[in-house]
């Protein structure tokens, strides 16, 4: 399965700023997601990173607050924009590629103070 | 709406103590049930997919099976590698390819 990559690993940042978190694939897949994992809860879709397009976004999650790029078949980054405390949460981008099965990246630990 | 259920929330098992987790679930139609396991400080490990009631997954200590309420995953003669949180997933066979996690089960094995 493809070697996904997350940058940064963790981050520790003040309420009101905005911190961009990247995902790359060491191959060309054809979907890409955005999930985040709230402390103790399990994993919730924010949207799907579209390859030349806007991302689709899940009921409760919208582009202004969490803005996502995908430039090509290998990247995407998700910007969490104006932290708050309650966006503290483990970020995970996923992938998935001419199958229904979708593999993780390590995750992006967000703690907003 | 899609929904999915896991228990027990943890479970504690001494090593070489048999036992099974439990997913239940609801969906618009299924395209796929999915498990992963995760460990602390990383992202879910993708284990299983099972497609259609009566299908069968294994993987060394680990065999998953699904009816078309609910799946389980047999977890036999643990080791204490295989303390982990468990996560079960539905797929709906929609135009997304969305995964709709339940909240796992944490299992730990003692030696």
């Known amino acids: 399965s493809a070697v996904i990559s997350q940058k940064p690993s963790r981050d520790i940042c003040q309420r009101g700023t905005s911190l961009t978190i990247q995902c790359q694939v060491d191959s060309q897949v054809t979907m890409m997601f955005w999930y985040r994992q709230q402390p103790g809860q399990s994993l919730t879709l924010i949207a799907t990173a579209n390859q030349g397009s806007e991302a689709t976004y899940e009921s409760g999650f919208v582009i202004d607050k969490f803005p996502i790029s995908r430039p090509n078949l290998t990247f995407s980054t998700l910007t969490v924009s104006n932290m708050s405390p309650e966006d503290s949460s483990i970020y995970l981008c996923?992938?998935?590629?001419?199958?229904?099965?979708?593999?993780f990246g390590p995750g992006t630990r967000l703690t907003v103070l | 709406e899609d929904q999915v259920t896991q228990s027990p929330e943890a479970l504690r098992l001494q090593e070489g103590e048999s036992s099974s987790l439990n997913c239940s679930y609801t969906?618009?139609?299924?395209?796929?049930l999915f498990w992963y396991r995760q460990d602390p400080g990383k992202g879910p490990e993708f284990l299983f997919t099972l497609y259609s009631a009566g299908e069968e997954k294994e993987k060394e200590r680990l065999k998953a099976t699904l009816t078309k309420k609910e799946s389980f995953l047999h977890i036999t003669a643990p080791k204490p590698e295989d303390s982990a949180t468990y996560l079960c997933a539905v797929q709906a066979r929609d135009s997304s390819y969305k995964l709709i996690f339940g909240s796992g089960t944490r299992l730990l094995v003692r030696p």
């Open positions: 969906v618009s139609g299924l395209r796929g």
């Open positions: 996923s992938v998935a590629s001419g199958t229904s099965e979708q593999f």
